[in-house]
């Protein structure tokens, strides 16, 4: 079946600790997309690709890094420069130029 | 910029009531729009969604009608179930916004036996 997978399912970090949150998808996709979400809240734009080997900075891109050096991967680093990095984290994707994306099931980063 | 703004909830209601969850939007273009539900632990699902003016998605019994003119996408549902109970996102995409998809705040939709 086709479809986008985040792993972990959830995931503890210590303090000042780099972690990286998988996200892969084959649905044959250009497009992928980091979201953030806070409890009670809606979701913020971290980052997002729009083709490979290239990314764009979303609404909270600060404390964040990404890579996407191929289609179906865009793994998410949450290093110790984000200062509040406790939150759900939602990987999506969708064709380039068609607005419709599709969620994975998101990761739960808590730290500790 | 874009942005969409959703009513506040929780909006709790019981069995087979009628559903009314009001999203507005602002867009310099002419966005799709898109309902999104969220249920305890998952990711987003597309509920429903409408490309252009007059246009009415619909989907498990929810519609939302496309109103340029009052900028708005209400989402109904004529008898809610138990089973619906989640938070519902609505949201846009659009060119001017690189189609990135611009979410409301949510609105969580408890229904009671």
């Known amino acids: 079946d086709g479809g986008i997978t985040q792993s972990p399912k959830y995931l503890f970090r210590k303090e000042g600790q780099n972690v990286t949150l998988s996200c892969e998808q084959n649905?044959?996709?250009?497009?992928m997309y980091w979201y953030r979400q806070d409890p009670g809240q809606g979701l913020r734009l971290i980052y997002y690709?729009?083709?490979?080997?290239?990314?764009q900075k979303g609404d909270i891109a600060e404390g964040y890094s990404v890579s996407r050096e191929k289609k179906e991967s865009f793994p998410l680093t949450v290093t110790s420069a984000q200062k509040n990095p406790t939150a759900f984290y939602l990987c999506?994707?969708?064709?380039?130029?068609?607005?419709?994306?599709?969620f994975g099931q998101g990761t739960r980063l808590t730290v500790v | 910029g874009d942005s969409v703004t959703q009513m506040e909830g929780p909006v709790t209601l019981s069995e087979e009531a009628f559903l009314t969850i009001n999203c507005t939007y602002t867009?310099?273009?002419?966005?799709?729009l898109f309902w999104y539900v969220q249920y305890p632990g998952e990711g987003l699902q597309l509920l429903l969604k409408?490309?252009?003016?007059?246009d009415k998605g619909s989907n498990k019994g929810f519609e939302a009608t496309y109103r340029k003119e009052t900028t708005s996408f209400h989402l109904e549902k004529g008898s809610v179930q138990v089973s619906d109970s989640a938070v519902y996102f609505c949201?846009?995409?659009?060119?001017?916004?690189?189609?990135?998809?611009?979410f409301g705040s949510g609105t969580r939709l408890l229904v009671r036996p």
């Open positions: 999506a994707s969708s064709r380039r130029g068609d607005t419709e994306a599709f």
């Open positions: 949201a846009l995409s659009d060119m001017d916004s690189s189609y990135k998809l611009i």
């Open positions: 649905l044959n996709h250009d497009a």
């Open positions: 690709s729009q083709i490979v080997n290239d990314f």
């Open positions: 409408a490309t252009k003016a007059d």
């Open positions: 867009a310099t273009g002419y966005p799709s």
